[in-house]
């Protein structure tokens, strides 16, 4: 299967359109027709429809592998490019916004860095496909458990730090006097679903048995500081880790007590890290 061609279908399915498409990657519309229909005959299957343009069946499913199959690429050009490139001065880091708790933004060079936060599924992708030198991804896990990453590319991880987690919650909710709570006694309550700045909800009901956890509002954003905004007006609860959990004016910070769970910070990279990435991974995993 060409790659292109693979691509060019990619494209098409995503913008539901060949002159779109044409105009993205910069073909003639002609030669965006001529993609596809070469990688039908391949497949020996119609993967779009024309009139809308829209997956078929077959076609549905091709998407399904098609972007593990790029990323896949991506990545072995971006690591062969690496093993052959210099050096690099300066880093580039992609991190979810609570892996940056005050002892990684302590170990930042003091320049030539750039910052990109990311969600959970883009940092391993980002540093895959050398978009960024290193990654911080963090989650829920039990002590010392490694996390589960996408299996996007020979990627290495390494724990960098544990700390805590809290639940934050107005602070006129009746738990907000609690020395602690246990995640399981608050599965049926009313939570925010912010996948990109909180814990997912999806690993606070695994870590409590599976059930519970339904959001009251979704946050689709990477900022925590309207993430603890929402909370604080009584949106829904959150978990967020220690550092994270910063006084909030009309919010409280209880500890989890049970189940015994912490939020797990690692560095992903690609190869071993060179240059000013190779002195940040020094500091981070030298205290781990």
Same mark, same amino acid.
């Given at each position: 299967?060409?790659?292109?061609? &693979?691509?060019?279908?990619?494209?098409?399915?995503?913008?539901?359109?060949?002159?779109?498409?044409?105009?993205?990657?910069?073909?003639?519309?002609?030669?965006?027709?001529?993609?596809?229909?070469? &990688?039908?005959?391949?497949?020996?299957?119609?993967?779009?429809?024309?009139?809308?343009?829209?997956?078929?069946?077959?076609?549905?499913?091709? &998407?399904?592998?098609? %972007?593990?199959?790029?990323?896949?690429?991506?990545?072995?050009?971006?690591?062969?490019?690496?093993?052959?490139?210099?050096?690099?001065?300066?880093?580039?880091?992609?991190?979810?916004?609570?892996?940056?708790?005050?002892?990684?933004?302590?170990?930042?060079?003091?320049? $030539?860095?750039?910052?990109?936060v990311r969600t959970r599924e883009e940092v391993p992708a980002a540093v895959a496909t050398g978009a960024a030198d290193l990654g911080l991804v963090d989650g829920l896990a039990a002590p010392s458990d490694p996390l589960r990453l996408p299996d996007v590319a020979p990627l290495t991880t390494?724990?960098?730090?544990?700390?805590?987690?809290?639940?934050?919650?107005?602070?006129?909710?009746? &738990?907000?006097?609690?020395? $602690?709570?246990?995640?399981?006694?608050?599965?049926?309550?009313?939570?925010?679903?912010?996948?990109?700045? %909180?814990?997912?909800?999806?690993?606070?009901?695994?870590?409590?048995?599976?059930?519970?956890?339904?959001?009251?509002?979704?946050?689709?954003?990477?900022?925590?500081?309207?993430?603890?905004?929402?909370?604080?007006?009584?949106? %829904?609860?959150?978990?967020?880790?220690?550092?994270?959990?910063?006084?909030?004016?009309?919010?409280?910070?209880?500890?989890?007590?049970?189940?015994?769970?912490?939020?797990?910070?690692?560095?992903?990279?690609?190869?071993?890290p060179r240059g000013a990435a190779a002195g940040l991974a020094d500091a981070l995993l030298v205290r781990a």
């Amino acid at each position: 299967m060409d790659p292109h061609l &693979l691509r060019t279908y990619v494209t098409v399915a995503r913008l539901a359109s060949f002159s779109e498409a044409a105009r993205e990657l910069g073909y003639t519309q002609s030669a965006v027709s001529q993609h596809i229909a070469a &990688l039908e005959q391949d497949l020996g299957a119609p993967l779009l429809t024309r009139r809308p343009v829209a997956p078929t069946a077959a076609g549905q499913r091709l &998407l399904e592998h098609a %972007g593990p199959l790029l990323l896949r690429l991506d990545a072995a050009r971006a690591d062969v490019s690496r093993i052959a490139a210099a050096p690099s001065h300066g880093l580039s880091l992609a991190a979810t916004p609570t892996a940056l708790g005050p002892r990684v933004l302590a170990a930042l060079p003091p320049a $030539g860095v750039t910052l990109r936060v990311r969600t959970r599924e883009e940092v391993p992708a980002a540093v895959a496909t050398g978009a960024a030198d290193l990654g911080l991804v963090d989650g829920l896990a039990a002590p010392s458990d490694p996390l589960r990453l996408p299996d996007v590319a020979p990627l290495t991880t390494e724990g960098v730090g544990e700390e805590p987690v809290c639940v934050l919650l107005p602070a006129g909710h009746p &738990l907000a006097g609690r020395s $602690g709570l246990r995640l399981g006694d608050l599965a049926d309550a009313r939570w925010l679903d912010a996948p990109d700045a %909180g814990l997912p909800l999806a690993q606070l009901r695994a870590a409590a048995g599976g059930r519970g956890f339904r959001p009251a509002l979704r946050y689709e954003g990477t900022d925590l500081r309207v993430l603890t905004a929402l909370a604080a007006a009584g949106h %829904g609860l959150t978990v967020l880790p220690r550092a994270a959990a910063v006084p909030v004016p009309g919010a409280v910070a209880v500890p989890v007590v049970a189940p015994r769970v912490v939020h797990r910070t690692e560095l992903v990279f690609a190869g071993p890290p060179r240059g000013a990435a190779a002195g940040l991974a020094d500091a981070l995993l030298v205290r781990a």
